[in-house]
C-alpha cells in the first residue's frame, strides 16, 4: 500500500480561522470586513438575499466562460491523499462534507492514526462524519450565507469548473473579501489557497493585433492575470496542488466510482467467457430436436 506522502509534520498548514482567534484574523486583507459582518445582526438579514441575487447573475454570466480541463487521475491514491490533506486543512474549515466518514479514507491507503494524526483537527474520531467546525450560524453572520456542503459538489460543477475555479481567483478591492474569481463572478467565498497561489491582479489594456477580445462586441479590451505577491507554491506547484484537490472532491462525490468500472469491466469480460459454454450448452439441448 502507498504511504501518505508529503506530509510536513502534523499540522502543515494554518486551519481557518485557527483556534482562539477572532473569526477575522486569518486573512488579513478580509479581517476587518469579517469582523464587521460579525458585529452587525443587520446583515445577517440582508446579506443572504443579495448572495442569493449575485450568484443567480453570476450563473448566468459564467455561462460563456471556457474553462480548464482538470488532468484528474481518479486511480492515482497519492493524488487522492494529497487532495485529502489539501482540503482537511483549507477547506472543511467552512464547508462540510456530511456524506462522508473519515474512515472512508483507509479506502485511499491511510490507516486510521494516520488520518487522525494528519487531518482531523477538531478532537474528532475517525468513525466521524466530514462536519465543519465552523456553525452555520457564524457563516451567515460572516458571509451572509452558509458555505455549501462539498459531498457532492463535483457531481453539480464538474472537474473542469471547479479546477478552474480554485485558479481563478484574483484580488478585487471592489469586493466585501476583497477576491473576485473568473469562473464565479462576485463569489461570496475569499480565497482559501491564497497563501499558497500568492495573489493576482485583474490587468486590462487595449487590444493589440491578433489579441483574444474580452466578452462580445464590447471594448477593444485584452485582459490578463498579474501575480503582484507570489504565494509559497510556483504556478505549476499550484496548478498540482488543485489538481489533486479535484481529484479528491470528485472522488468524495462517487468514492465507489473506481471500484464501480472494475466491476463492470469483470462482469463483461465474464459474461463474454460464458458465452460460448452456453452456446455449446444450447446446441446440446437441441440437437435431438432438429
Ligand atoms: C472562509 C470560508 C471558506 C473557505 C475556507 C472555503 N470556502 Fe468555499 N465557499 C465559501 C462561501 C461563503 C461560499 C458561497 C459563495 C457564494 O455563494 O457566493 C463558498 C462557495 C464554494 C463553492 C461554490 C459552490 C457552488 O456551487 O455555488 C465551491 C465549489 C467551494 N466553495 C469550494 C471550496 C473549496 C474546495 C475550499 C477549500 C480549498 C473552500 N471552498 C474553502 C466559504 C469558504
Not at 506530509?7 to 484574523?25: E, H, N, Q, V
Not at 450563473?59 to 466562460?65: H, I, T, V
Not at 457563516?139 to 455549501?148: D, M
Not at 466491476?263 to 459454454?277: D, E, M, T
Request: hydrophobic share 40%.
Amino acid at each position: 500500500m502507498k504511504t501518505f506522502i508529503g506530509l510536513p509534520g502534523k499540522r502543515g498548514y494554518t486551519p481557518f480561522p485557527p483556534k482562539g482567534t477572532s473569526c477575522g484574523a486569518y486573512i488579513p486583507q478580509v479581517g476587518a470586513l469579517l469582523q464587521a459582518r460579525c458585529n452587525s445582526v443587520l446583515t445577517g438579514l440582508l446579506l443572504p438575499a443579495a448572495v442569493l441575487l449575485t450568484s443567480a447573475a453570476a450563473m448566468a454570466s459564467e455561462a460563456g466562460m471556457r474553462l480548464d480541463q482538470a488532468p484528474i487521475a481518479p486511480t492515482d491514491v497519492v493524488s487522492l491523499q494529497s487532495g485529502a490533506r489539501t482540503f482537511a486543512n483549507y477547506c472543511l474549515n467552512c464547508h462540510s462534507a456530511s456524506l462522508m466518514r473519515w474512515n472512508r479514507l483507509t479506502e485511499l491507503g491511510l490507516n486510521e492514526s494516520q488520518i487522525l494524526d494528519n487531518l482531523i483537527f477538531d478532537g474528532g474520531k475517525v468513525g466521524d462524519l466530514m462536519n465543519v467546525s465552523m456553525t452555520k450560524k457564524d457563516a451567515r453572520k460572516w458571509f451572509g450565507a452558509a458555505p455549501p456542503d462539498l459531498s457532492v459538489i463535483a457531481r453539480a460543477r464538474g472537474a473542469d469548473w471547479l479546477y478552474s475555479y480554485l485558479r481563478g481567483f484574483y484580488r478585487d478591492p471592489a469586493r466585501p473579501t476583497g477576491w473576485n474569481n473568473t469562473v464565479y463572478e462576485n463569489v461570496g467565498m475569499p480565497n482559501p489557497l491564497w497563501q499558497l497561489q500568492g495573489e493576482r491582479v485583474r490587468v486590462e489594456h487595449a487590444l493589440k493585433a491578433g489579441e483574444a477580445r474580452e466578452g462580445q462586441g464590447g471594448a477593444a479590451i485584452a485582459v490578463k492575470y498579474e501575480m503582484v505577491k507570489p504565494g509559497s507554491l510556483t504556478p505549476v506547484q499550484y496548478d498540482e496542488t488543485v489538481r489533486d484537490l479535484v481529484n479528491f472532491l470528485v472522488y468524495m462525490g462517487e468514492p465507489a466510482a473506481t471500484s464501480r468500472k472494475q466491476i463492470g469491466i469483470f462482469v463483461l469480460l465474464f459474461l463474454l467467457a460464458l458465452w460460448p459454454l452456453v452456446y455449446l450448452l444450447k446446441r446440446e439441448f437441441w440437437k435431438d430436436v432438429h
